[in-house]
T-cell receptor, first 113, second 114 residues
């Protein structure tokens, strides 16, 4: 595997389910990001991790819970989501938090019923 | 406030025609500017970036962009569009006041007619 990978690519869940999104980067980077992409809206930065420490949380509801066990892996744990949370969730990484060039994964298309 | 505006939500051009996608930004410090492309079902791929120096930057796939500080613009251009260029294009800004954080525009969808 190369670059940034995300699994699953598609996920359908009910509002009472608990699921997790996984992101893995094979680039040796130290910073990782979660973004939400909704139709016709700019990308919304959700969380930033630098050296496995959460350095930014952009007022994201607590039903989204990130986890970064090491610099290569990032998870987004989901529980009791709402239909408006349906979106494409993108993971990205960069060499350091201060490096502005970010490398994106293909995303997970989430549908909440 | 920091923001990026892409005035054109949707653009259609004929294959072989030239292309210009507009991007205007508002940023209080020295901006770092980016163009990303997203094909259907894919993540974002970096086309080019501007940090400093020559205001005309070359990117991948034959794209270029010009930074115009006086106009707060960073427009993307390509002299001859190919059908495979059909995608969504995002302009983004970052900089010293926003350590590592990128602000994205809403995107411009490019359709290419045969």
């Amino acid at each position: 595997e190369t670059g940034v990978t995300q699994t699953p690519r598609h996920l359908v869940m009910g509002m009472t389910n608990k699921k997790s999104l996984k992101c893995e980067q094979h680039l040796g980077h130290n910073a990782m990001y979660w973004y939400k992409q909704s139709a016709k809206k700019p990308l919304e930065l959700m969380f930033v991790y630098s050296l496995e420490e959460r350095v930014e949380n952009n007022s994201v509801p607590s039903r989204f819970s990130p986890e970064c066990p090491n610099s290569s892996h990032l998870f987004l744990h989901l529980h009791t989501l709402q239909p408006e949370d349906s979106a494409l969730y993108l993971c990205a990484s960069s060499p350091q938090r201060e490096a502005y060039e970010q490398f994106f994964g293909p995303g997970t298309r989430l549908t909440v019923l | 406030a920091q923001s990026v505006t892409q005035p054109d939500i949707h653009i259609t051009v004929s294959e072989g025609a030239s292309l210009e996608l507009r991007c205007n930004y508002s940023y209080g410090a020295t901006p770092y500017l980016f163009w990303y492309v997203q094909s259907p079902g894919q993540g974002l791929q970096l086309l080019l970036k501007y940090f400093s120096g020559d205001t005309l930057v070359q990117g991948i796939k034959g794209f270029e962009a010009e930074f115009k500080r006086s106009q707060s613009s960073f427009n993307l251009r390509k002299p001859s569009v190919h059908w495979s260029d059909a995608a969504e294009y995002f302009c983004a800004v970052g900089g010293s006041s926003n350590t590592g954080k990128l602000i994205f525009g809403q995107g411009t969808t490019l359709q290419v007619k045969p």
